[in-house]
């Protein structure tokens, strides 16, 4: 039922060989080869990721008198899995109160075969200046018209590049202020009104 498999190191993939006679499905008798074991062993039709390459398993079909070979092309990868917690991050320029944050936390998750990588080493990079990023702690340092790429990359222990991106917004948070203003004016200030200047806050005043 295949006649190419992509797996990884240490997993097993099943083949499941049907075979016909006077297009009839018959009962057939199946044999399996490999043809390198360092990479792929095959047991009743089930492979067994052995090692890293490239290997084809070839299996024969038996129904009485009459037999057919079909080879299965066998590639074996390594069995990385590498993600973080997230792939989107809002930021604001400034911290304030419980919804807007200047900072992130991007928190890894990588596994070599079965195991957990206890702190892996991650390199972090930011594709614009609008944000920073160290150690997995992404940083606003300018408003972004687009969102900013965070690219986080672990080198497995064979020396192959996993990637994984983030996605960064900054946003200049729109906050509504009421409030009013109790003042004795003095006969030498002009008009009914009192200017209030909010330039310097920071903030995008709606």
């Not at 797996?7 to 097993?12: D, I, N, P, Q």
């Not at 299965?72 to 990868?77: G, I, L």
């Amino acid at each position: 039922d295949k006649s190419s498999v992509n797996m990884k190191e240490g997993k097993k993939v099943s083949i499941n060989p049907t075979m016909k006679y006077k297009n009839q499905v018959v009962e057939a008798a199946y044999t399996y080869v490999s043809s390198d074991e360092d990479v792929v062993t095959v047991d009743g039709g089930v492979m067994t990721g052995a090692g890293l390459g490239n290997a084809v398993v070839s299996v024969t079909g038996t129904y009485g008198n009459a037999s057919v070979t079909k080879d299965v092309s066998v590639t074996v990868t390594e069995n990385v899995t590498f993600m973080l917690d997230k792939s989107f991050v809002e930021l604001a320029l400034d911290d304030i109160g419980d919804e807007y944050h200047k900072t992130a936390t991007i928190v890894p998750t990588v596994y070599e075969g079965d195991e957990p990588v206890e702190s892996p080493a991650i390199t972090w990079t930011a594709a614009s200046s609008e944000v920073t990023v160290k150690d997995g702690v992404i940083t606003a340092a300018a408003k972004t018209d687009a969102p900013v790429k965070v690219t986080a990359t672990y080198r497995s222990e064979s020396g192959n590049d996993y990637v994984c991106n983030v996605n960064v917004s900054v946003i200049l948070p729109e906050i509504s202020v009421d409030f009013s203003v109790d003042a004795e004016l003095n006969s030498d200030v002009s008009g009914d009104y009192i200017d209030i200047d909010f330039s310097d806050s920071g903030l995008n005043i709606g």
